[in-house]
């Protein structure tokens, strides 16, 4: 089955600086690559998302961008903000499966030091 | 958020009694979902359901069982709680087609002592 990896683990970065976390996933027919964000003691929920016939997606201060070719994309946040802090998970969906189901990575724990 | 609602939403039990998640809907969603998150783990799913009485194990299976009598409702049981299910658990939504996108209830912290 499909396998996400993520990385980093943990990101700390100033404010104003931009953050990049990196997925990598297995399965080449895989076509959909949401993001989502978790605040502490909160759901998930997803920030932005990207299909396979597309290379990059921007909305506002983030964008997500996708390399089949290599089989990785990367989430990233320009001029962050603390209200940024908060863990970030990649997934990946394969087609054909009977239920939409996702594969997500371990997740990245964003802190924005004001 | 999407119409979704999990009880409870803490729950303390103690190890080798049965345990009953409840997973309810408002938004006529054919397909259900339940992960657990651990820490170092991100998400991982339990079991799913594509539709009323038809589910399919996931990654994480061994231990549960799930129903789904109805659209609505998507249930999680642990016929005998191990400490090694403490966790928080989350149920989401999607529908079929091309948004693919699932929707994550509230979640449920559940300590198995």
């Known amino acids: 089955g499909e396998n996400v990896e993520q990385h980093p683990s943990t990101l700390s970065v100033q404010e104003g600086d931009s953050a990049v976390i990196k997925c990598t996933y297995s399965d080449s027919a895989s076509n959909y690559f949401p993001w989502y964000k978790q605040e502490l003691g909160k759901r998930p929920q997803l920030i932005i998302d990207i299909r396979s016939n597309v290379g990059e997606k921007k909305d506002q201060r983030i964008a997500v961008t996708l390399n089949k070719t290599a089989k990785h994309f990367s989430l990233h946040i320009t001029e962050t903000q603390p209200e940024d802090s908060a863990v970030y998970f990649c997934a990946a969906k394969a087609p054909g499966n009977a239920g939409n189901m996702l594969t997500f990575g371990g997740g990245t724990r964003l802190m924005v030091k004001p | 958020d999407a119409g979704i609602t999990q009880s409870p939403r803490h729950k303390v039990t103690e190890t080798g009694t049965p345990v009953t998640l409840r997973c309810h809907q408002t938004e006529n969603h054919r397909y259900m979902y339940w992960y657990r998150q651990d820490p170092g783990h991100g998400l991982r799913l339990i079991h799913y359901?594509?539709?009323?009485?038809?589910?399919d194990k996931g990654e994480v299976s061994d231990g549960y069982s799930v129903s789904r009598s109805k659209t609505e409702d998507f249930l999680l049981t642990l016929e005998s709680a191990t400490s090694s299910q403490t966790s928080v658990y989350f149920c989401?939504?999607?529908?079929?087609?091309?948004?693919?996108?699932?929707?994550f209830g509230p979640g449920t912290r559940l300590t198995v002592l």
């Open positions: 359901s594509y539709g009323v009485k038809d589910t």
């Open positions: 989401a939504i999607s529908d079929p087609g091309g948004a693919s996108e699932q929707f």
